[in-house]
């Protein structure tokens, strides 16, 4: 994302691929490096970012992680602290030297800065080499990590035919995931590494479970390391992007709606490939289990407190979990079947089909991303698909939606279903959002954090639609 009007300040710690050193500019007063973007820049897609890095200090660098970040909205400022390494054997530039704990205390160096500087060596060690998570943090945030996975990719290309025809690039690297894109003369790969979380299932299996049942609609794996949790994808294509018309929102709902359709007869088989049991029971027992104590999730320091509950709407919800019960209980004994559900069907996590219709229908469009599927009610994906939509959009794109189901039940039945999943789908998300914040440290990206409250705010409006409803 980017606003100009605003402006992001990015401080680097770089350090060493090997030693527990890090960079510092400057013969007398030193410094960690800065670089200043144009925009409101969400540095997790950190390409424009190392570039302003390597123009600033001359060092190739990867980015290994956020240690901190903070927003001014009166200054329409966004700071961020960013953990980076050289790719490979660095020589510092002229001006600068790599420091290590020994030396730091005996340098002038502002104490923010210091501070910093102190907290990443303490860290380090002497040996580089990337192991599991550790204190919550993730493969890809440690040294060593992103050699290790472009040699992987390298030798997989190489097996296919496709060897490598440049350096791999980091696309994306945040705390769910990180993208490396690997260039070849037929056309880019993609290496994804995700995260394990409670609610993340094997993305490697299920993706390739679901290729095998929708070709031409899922990506086909090229490659996977499962033990590490590497899914290696051809170019999917063009992504559709959030701002797509009407039109096309439509035309993508109803392709998602068929492959539902097709997958509901293989719940059982989704289930035994790797795809997460999320259906009407299991979302009851997680709404009596939680929201009884929901003050503890707003005590989580990667929750953000800005934008948590008020006690009364904590209190709601509390009272809430009968009458939401009561609505999975309602779509448990809905025709319409448990089904495959993506658990984060938005326009960026779909793209444009190449060669056309892969299902025959208008339109041929491939939808990727599959971390959180699961088997669940239809409907919860159109919660996402549609939550952003004013009336204008939503309405023929839920109405495009419902049409695909006709043969398994009657509109008013669909509809009122739709007006169930409203409530306890914005729940479903709710969960989501709260487990994956509750097994990350801090910092956590600013919109991650404040994600929970947000889906708990809409379960609530939901269900006082509903109560309206019912008086009426």
Known sequence: ???????????????????????????????????????????AEGEAATAALRERTGIDAVMLRSLDQREDEAARLRQVTLLAEPRGEAAPPAGADWVGGDRLAGIDLDERDRQVAVRVLDGLTGDPAPGPAVDGLQPWARRGWFGDAERWMAGAMAELGRAASGPAAQVRVWELSCVLRGPSAAGDVYLKAAIDSPLFGDECAVTGALAARFPGRVPTPLAVDGRRRWLLLDDVGREIGWDAPVEVREDVIRAFARIQVEAAPQAGALLDAGCLDRRPAWLAAEARRWLPDIEATGRLPTIDQATWLSAEEMAELRAAVPRLTELCAELAADPLPTTLVHGDLHLDNVAVAAGGAADGAPGGYVFFDWTDASVGHPFLDLVTFVWDDGDELRRPVVDAYLAEWAAVAPPDRLRRAWRTVEAVGSLHHAISYRSIVEHLPPPVERHMAASTAFWLRRTLAALRRDAGARDA
């Open 1 to 43: 994302m980017s606003d100009p009007a605003w402006r992001t300040l990015i401080r680097w710690v770089v350090v060493h691929p090997r030693l527990p050193e890090l960079l510092l500019l400057g013969t007398g007063a030193r410094t960690l490096p800065e670089t200043d973007l144009p925009g409101r820049v969400w540095t």
